[in-house]
Structures are given as C-alpha cells and as structure tokens.
C-alpha cells in the first residue's frame, strides 16, 4: 500500500502564508512528478503546481509569483509555500505523486485525502 499524508493547511487571512506537506510512504520504489491540486467548492478539482523528480516546476497561471513547490526526494515528501494568499486560494488542497511500487511495474496516481486551506478577507 502506498499513502500520502497531508499536514499543514488551516485559516489565515488575505496576505498571510502557509506551509503544506505530503509525504508519500508504503512499499515505494521511487516517485515520479509530485503535485499540489485543490477544488473549492461547487468546482472541479485543478492543478495548482507540479515538481518532477528532476526538481522541475510548473504552476497554475492564478499562483505564478505567490505560490512554491519543492520536495525532499530522500523523505518522499512534496512542499508547497503558499504566500500572498486570496481569498480566492480558499480551497481543499490535494497531493499526488506518480508511484512505482515495483521494479517491473508501471508509475502510478495516488492522492492524498485532502487538507482545508481557509482565507479571510
């Protein structure tokens, strides 16, 4: 079984920060890209960043400039630096990591349950 475990989201207000982590742990061989999603409510879920496993980044055009994404290949673990936030940042953030759980096989999706970030105006 392969889990990711995220940590770090909750209130802040318009301007402030956060920090949010996923580490991915279970029967891994390696990890691929590793990427941040979030879906407010009444909307679809969409991506926010990605880092490969090379350390090369892309972001949503709505977080260029505020947001960062980096990741600790030694610890399996993704990292995105939330700064300036909006209220329109308001969202349930979501992790995924494309995982090889075996020599032979193929990378595959998995998803963290999913971590409340709340910003006031």
């Known amino acids: 079984q392969v889990q990711l475990v995220e940590s770090g989201g909750g209130l802040v207000q318009a301007g402030g920060s956060l920090r949010l982590s996923c580490a991915a742990s279970?029967?891994?061989?390696?990890?691929?890209?590793m990427g941040w999603y979030r879906q407010a409510p009444g909307k679809q879920r969409e991506l926010v960043a990605v880092?490969?496993?090379?350390?090369?980044?892309n972001y949503a055009d709505s977080v260029q400039g505020r947001f960062t994404i980096s990741r600790d290949n030694a610890k399996n673990t993704v990292y995105l630096q939330l700064n300036s936030l909006k209220p329109e940042d308001t969202a349930v953030y979501y992790c995924?990591?494309?995982?090889?759980?075996?020599?032979?096989?193929?990378?595959?999706?998995?998803w963290g349950q999913g971590t409340q970030v709340t910003v006031s105006s």
């Open positions: 880092i490969s496993s090379g350390g090369t980044t």
């Open positions: 279970g029967s891994i061989v390696s990890i691929n890209a």
């Open positions: 995924n990591a494309g995982v090889r759980r075996g020599y032979y096989t193929d990378y595959r999706p998995y």
